[in-house]
């Protein structure tokens, strides 16, 4: 009588965690490149009343006889497809159209271009590209954070052609830059005060073996995990390098398309039906207690 009343009791834990996975994916319906969240059970051990038997020369075979003892919560996964791309027209929203993140990071830069970084940064990936510059014209997301890439060897005077590194550091637009563009992959070209066309650097992304293996680490960013393999897949342990760098549009990663931003991928009347099945299987659990409940008072009163 009382595996019963432990059965509904684990399921209305794991209907309350459901309903906690939902509640923040609602939440986060109109969070620039939010990826939804989906809960998934499985069932607990099961207790074994009697054990199969096998067929024999006058009787057929016998199944085992369990009773199971509930469910428990099995994953919580974070679902990446693609979320819909809104256009804004603003130069420094970017989409990513395909796999890959943008890289952003905080360090110590040796004040020189390229703007390289002097010892390797902290870094995060993130699909919400709207990035800003600041008042030296660096490019960075909502939190300051560096936006990652190829720098330009000389973004003061240097054409077009021939001015990307291979190394990776800070993307720096001229505070005298009368415009600027972002291409599909990923360059920032500008134009300077004499009209001339010049390279600010390439931004690149990150892709990896296993994205639903990446952390989330909140402000709409990630971190690689022991069981999301390191960028470009190389799992060398030898922390970040600018060869583990996708450029936008080769090697399977996405292209940049400027002047949009991706919505959250979370779908309102996909959410609001899990949340009914949520709420009745929460309903129905407590059922299993009050029924086991009402059975149990009725032994009790056997004896009056």
Known sequence: MLRSMYSGISGMKNFQVKLDVIGNNIANVNTYGFKKGRTTFKDLVSQQIAGAAAPGAGRGGVNAKQVGLGSQLATI?????????????????????G???FIVGTGTTNGAQPYNFSATPEMNFTRAGNFYLDQTGNLVNSDGMFVIGHPSTAPTGTPLSNTVTTGYGKIVIPTNAKSFSVGSDGVVSYVDASGALLNAGQIMMAKFPN?????????????????SGDMNGDNDNTGFEAVDMYTPGAGGAGTIVAGTLEMSNVDLSEEFTEMIVAQRGFQANTRIITTSDEILQELVNLKR
């Open 77 to 97: 996964d974070t679902v990446h497809t693609q979320g819909s791309l809104q256009n804004t027209n603003r130069p420094l929203d970017l989409g990513i159209s």
């Open 211 to 227: 994205n639903e293996g990446l952390e989330k680490v909140g402000s709409n960013l990630y971190k690689n995990t022991v069981n």
């Open 99 to 101: 796999d890959g993140y």
